[in-house]
């Protein structure tokens, strides 16, 4: 899941020795979201984000999330918002101020 979260946040992805399995905003502005595993306990851990983009980095992300093996889950809101899915279902939303009053 990390390379679609990566994508959709284009941020740079830090593991190893002093790191978790991370991404961080490579401007130092946004916080650190950083991934564990959530057990087999149900319900799982679930999240769902809403980003904030400038409309020209909403084609450029959403291409870059379906390569790192995610899905687009509804284009309907376009282009207020889309719709993504990492490949265990959490979605996300990539919102603009596009097309809003």
Same mark, same amino acid.
């Given at each position: 899941?990390? @390379? +679609? ?13 002093? +790191?978790?399995? =991370?991404?961080?905003? &490579? ?7 950083? +991934? ?18 400038? &409309?020209? =980095?909403?084609? &450029? ?5 379906? /390569?790192?093996?995610? /899905? ?5 809101? /376009? @282009?207020? +918002?889309?719709?993504? /899915? ?16």
């Amino acid at each position: 899941m990390l @390379p +679609f979260w990566r994508a959709v946040l284009a941020g740079e992805h830090l593991a190893g020795p002093g +790191f978790g399995d =991370e991404v961080r905003d &490579p401007a130092g502005a946004l916080p650190t979201v950083w +991934f564990q595993e959530s057990g087999r306990d149900e319900p799982r851990q679930r999240w769902h984000p809403d980003v904030w983009v400038d &409309p020209a =980095e909403v084609k &450029p992300r959403i291409e870059a999330a379906l /390569a790192a093996g995610g /899905a687009l889950v509804s284009d309907e809101a /376009a @282009p207020h +918002f889309w719709v993504l /899915a990492d490949s265990d279902g959490n979605r996300v939303c990539l919102c603009t101020w596009q097309g809003r009053d």
